[in-house]
């Protein structure tokens, strides 16, 4: 969602506008647990060895836990230091991400490090705020995702509940939604794009919203020039 997609992650953008040009297109980022245990015990000769057996299963499972943790964490991280190779070792080929698991925005491996480089022109992040569940095969967080866009544009930092799926120690996917009481302001997310847009037509001041490097320096530029601009 991405690395917000997105996310956030940043994480794809591929619609090119040009400031030089007479049209303006408004970027809306598409944006739209309780666990039951039953506990029995018995009261038997054997119970210290069954109690046994259970503390041995639970370790088992925290320690499946963890390690879950523990690699969508390295994801996370290779991610943020735009680390292709890591990234390629903790992905799978066919890994996507998609929004409320409809809509995708990366369609595989290949497209997530292709989107690296724009990622690391636009200082593209990820940070884990929570883990709120975790198991061998799924692991649930609320993410953060920010990059220099929203700082140029001044724009809050998006949140979202984020679930990755697991096998074998890969990444299968992920798939993101707002994180719960998120909210989206669609005509401010409107109207700070479009008064960056207006700027950079009015001084011919070219940029690209593709997911390229050379389109992610373009872009970094303008933003740069908008942000230290005399209002």
Do not use: H
Not at 64 to 73: G, I, P
Not at 108 to 118: F, G, T
Not at 130 to 158: D, Q, W
Not at 213 to 230: F, I, P, S, V, W
């Amino acid at each position: 969602m991405n690395f917000r997609s997105i996310l956030i992650f940043v994480f794809s953008v591929s619609l090119m506008v040009s400031c030089a040009e007479n049209n303006s297109e408004s970027k809306n980022k598409t944006n739209t647990e309780d666990t039951a245990k039953t506990k029995s015990t018995t009261k038997t000769e054997s119970t210290p060895k069954t109690k046994d057996a259970s503390n041995s299963k639970n370790e088992s499972s925290n320690s499946r836990n963890e390690t879950s943790e523990a690699l969508v964490a390295s994801f996370v991280e290779a991610r943020n230091n735009y680390d292709l190779a890591t990234l390629t070792s903790l992905a799978v080929e066919d890994y996507t991400e998609s929004f409320r698991n409809e809509i995708v925005e990366v369609k595989n491996r290949a497209e997530l490090l292709r989107n690296l480089d724009w990622a690391k022109e636009l200082s593209s992040k990820v940070t884990i705020k929570e883990v709120i569940s975790a198991n061998e095969s799924e692991v649930v967080v609320i993410e953060e995702g920010t990059n220099y866009i929203n700082v140029a544009l001044k724009r809050k930092a998006r949140s979202f509940k984020t679930t990755y799926f697991l096998k074998d120690g890969k990444v299968l996917k992920q798939s993101f939604d707002n994180a719960p009481g998120e909210v989206f302001d669609g005509k401010e997310n409107d109207r700070v794009y479009g008064d960056f847009e207006r700027y950079c037509k009015v001084n011919n001041i070219q940029f690209s919203w593709r997911a390229t490097k050379e389109d992610g320096k373009t872009l970094r530029k303008a933003l740069e020039k908008y942000a230290n601009r005399k209002e």
